[in-house]
């Protein structure tokens, strides 16, 4: 059983709205929580990065949150842009880490 | 500012053949990682290696090996080749373990 839960596994929104991605995960202990965009056939890219003690953390029109105690963190995308569609991964764990399914978020004009 | 490289970015090989993937890290990261995803799959760690020696082993088929050079790259050896070889594996990299790891870009190997 996967230790990062993502969803949804896809979704779509009309460019300009605003989005919602959750992550659960049983990983620990653990330092950090990342969200990775990845673009299809592309490497991983760092959006945030969040250790336990962190409840929110920001990269321009990306904003995370973490619950440790509920152990659970979101993604929230605002007012998306064409470029935003890709995967986001939720990412668990220090230097080996546990990433989840992603979610896919695909942004139509 | 520089990236994780990573080459070749695509490799066809047929079955039973062998592959050498290799990783070039950020300068001055002294921690690299390998990584395999399969088609509609998460990324798996397979390896990594810190200060060029082993630090971590995933989950890497023992028909692989890898290992990391005195510049700090790595390669990838993948003997024996199967279908189900077939993936995108990354390399990432970090400025010691435990710190922010930066992709690479990937390569994406076919088996036939």
């Known amino acids: 059983k996967n230790q990062v839960e993502q969803s949804p596994q896809s979704l779509i929104i009309l460019e300009g709205k605003n989005c919602t991605l959750q992550?659960?995960?049983?990983?620990?202990?653990?330092?950090?929580l990342r969200w990775y965009k990845q673009d299809t056939g592309r490497g991983p890219v760092s959006l945030t990065i969040?250790?336990?003690?962190?409840n929110t953390k920001s990269n321009g029109r990306y904003t995370a949150t973490l619950d440790a105690d509920t152990k659970q963190s979101s993604l929230h995308i605002t007012a998306s842009q064409l470029s935003d569609s890709a995967s986001y991964i939720c990412?668990?764990?220090?230097?080996?880490?546990?990433f989840g399914a992603g979610t896919t978020v695909t942004v139509r004009a | 500012a520089a990236g994780v490289i990573q080459s070749p970015r695509h490799l066809i090989k047929e079955k039973r053949e062998t592959a050498t993937l290799k990783c070039y890290p950020i300068?001055?990261?002294?921690?690299v990682y390998w990584y395999q995803q399969g088609p509609g799959q998460d990324p798996q760690f397979l390896i990594s290696?810190?200060?060029?020696?082993?630090?971590d082993k995933g989950s890497i088929p023992d028909r692989f090996s890898a290992q990391q050079f005195s510049d700090y790259h790595s390669e990838l050896n993948m003997s024996s080749l199967e279908l189900g070889d077939s993936a995108l594996y990354f390399c990432?990299?970090?400025?010691?373990?435990?710190?922010?790891?930066?992709f690479g870009p990937g390569t994406r190997l076919t088996v036939l």
């Open positions: 990432a990299s970090s400025l010691d373990s435990g710190y922010e790891q930066f």
């Open positions: 992550c659960n995960y049983t990983v620990s202990p653990f330092s950090n």
């Open positions: 969040m250790t336990f003690s962190e």
């Open positions: 990412v668990v764990g220090d230097y080996k880490l546990s």
């Open positions: 300068p001055r990261h002294d921690t």
């Open positions: 290696f810190y200060e060029k020696m082993q630090s």
